[in-house]
């Protein structure tokens, strides 16, 4: 049973999203600040429970979303859906720029809230044991360890950074749909106007430039082009 994290101070949402998740087959563990989101995290990094996946809500006493965001490559490893206010589109591409894997805003459809945490954890769960071997060159991408190096130096990538470079890698040279992306990296079908997989290429591609001045091209209403 897959084991979440859900930090929103919202307590009755939560105690109702709590019982949806526990009918559906997913364990809830239920925090209302973001310095309890922490706390529990540091706890998780060290012993059990080891969380698979963390819901994340921006707007929270103590220490909001952002700021738990921030301090998440510090403290462990894990894939985040962030539960942004409808409208409030900034906070969900600052979100997106700091690592969140994915987003839903309030107030959420349980169901729908239950097929984004299962498509994030199936993705996660498949690029673990996905070991089709990948072209050699000056990106190398451990599946094993998830470890991304380029000329032999490691770069620091998000989970869903890393599942986009082996999507590209394995179709180097050609353009890919914005659509197989998202459905392939993703998870979920493109819709109008989300701009998630274009924010996470766009911190991928700061990264690389580095090393390639456009290691990702843009291809104009087709998709995306690794040259690196």
């Known amino acids: 049973m897959p084991n979440i994290l859900l930090g929103d101070d919202d307590e009755e949402l939560t105690q109702l999203l709590q019982e949806y998740l ?3 087959g997913i364990q809830c563990d239920c925090v209302h600040d973001g310095e309890a989101v922490i706390k529990k995290l540091k706890m998780a990094s060290t012993q059990v429970p080891i969380y698979d996946l963390l819901v994340l809500d921006i707007m929270m006493p103590k220490m909001d979303g ?10 462990i490893d894990i894939p985040v859906i962030m539960l942004t206010a409808k409208g409030e589109e900034i906070d969900r591409i ?11 805003t309030k107030p959420c ?10 498509a994030v954890i199936k993705r996660t769960n ?22 991304c190096q380029i000329d032999g130096i490691e770069l620091q990538v998000t989970g869903t950074e890393f599942d986009l470079l082996v999507a ?61």
């Open 109 to 118: 459809n349980p169901r729908e809230l239950l097929a984004r945490i299962n």
């Open 22 to 24: 526990h009918n559906h």
């Open 94 to 104: 600052i979100g997106l720029e700091l690592g969140a894997d994915d987003y839903i």
């Open 168 to 228: 590209l890698l394995k179709q180097k040279g050609e353009v890919v749909s914005k659509e197989w992306l998202s459905e392939h990296v993703l998870q979920r079908e493109l819709q109008p106007f989300d701009r998630s997989l274009d924010v996470h290429v766009s911190r991928l591609r700061k990264k690389l430039q580095p090393f390639h001045d456009e290691p990702i091209k843009a291809v104009r209403g087709k998709g995306y082009q690794l040259v690196l």
């Open 126 to 147: 498949a690029a673990v044991s996905d070991h089709t071997p990948l072209p050699e060159g000056r990106l190398h991408l451990d599946q094993n360890q998830r470890i």
């Open 66 to 75: 952002l700021s738990v965001l921030r301090q998440l490559p510090n403290i």
